[in-house]
Every structure is written in C-alpha cells, then in structure tokens.
C-alpha cells in the first residue's frame, strides 16, 4: 500500500502513512470511523476530519475501494483482485468468494453488450443455512 501511494505520486505525510498501514493491516472491511479509531491510536494527531479526507484521496487514486452493504456506512478495503462479497445478514460479516463461474458469465453479458469486461463488483446478500462451516477464500467481519 505504502509502495502504490508513491507511485500514486501521493505525497505521504506521517498521517497518510498511519492511515495507510492501518488499511493495509485491516483483514476486514472497516468504515471510517473504526478506521479513525485504529489509526489513531497509532498516531493520536490524526483526526476524524484527517481520515476521512485520506480516504477521499486514496480512493480517488484507486488505492482502496468503497464497500457498501447496505448499513448504511461506507466501509473500505486496500483495492486488489476482483472478489464478490456475501453479506451474512443475521450478524453482517462480509465473505468474499470468487468463482470462475460468475466470471464466464459476466465476460458473457458485457460481451453481448459489446462490451470487454474490465472489473466487476456483486454484493450478495443471504443467511447461512444453520451452523454449517463457511466456504469462503476468506472471512472478513466489519
Ligand atoms: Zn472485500
């Protein structure tokens, strides 16, 4: 992350670093204000109004991206491979998954459409059947 915002030709401030080390350390999906409160326990110069205002500018230099489930808040993740997110809506914890299945068939659609696929983002929303083990590349709670 600290290496892309470089590149990004983003001029990293010890602020901007904290935050980004804060992104890149975050195995889950967190929403400014848990960000705020990581980042800030790192560095206690930073400011909600700070984050947010890193968060602007990283996403505009497509660094991170915006997850939103439905909650209400904007929640935020380091950008990397595309991956789809399944929301668990009895407690709210977000599974990625990926599957190459869905891939062919979106390739398919923006094809028939004219189009080359070039990214995609699906929120899938459900509730597990009972207490069965989760079968996702990774589990992320925010
Ligand atoms: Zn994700």
Do not use: W
């Amino acid at each position: 992350m600290l290496e892309k915002c470089v590149k990004a030709g983003l001029r990293m401030t010890n602020q901007r670093v904290s935050i980004a080390t804060t992104l890149d350390e975050s195995l889950d999906h967190p929403d400014a204000d848990e960000i705020y409160r990581r980042a800030h326990k790192v560095d206690p110069t930073i400011s909600i109004a700070t984050v947010y205002r890193t968060l602007g500018i990283f996403e505009k230099a497509g660094l991170i991206q915006k997850v939103t489930v439905g909650d209400g808040r904007s929640h935020y993740e380091v950008a990397r491979d595309d991956h789809e997110h399944l929301v668990d809506v009895e407690n709210g914890q977000i599974h990625e998954f990926q599957s190459e299945q869905l891939q062919a068939l979106l390739t398919n659609i923006a094809d028939e459409m004219g189009f080359e696929l070039t990214g995609h983002k699906l929120q899938v929303y459900g509730k597990k059947h009972g207490n069965v083990a989760c079968r996702c590349i990774q589990i992320k709670v925010y």
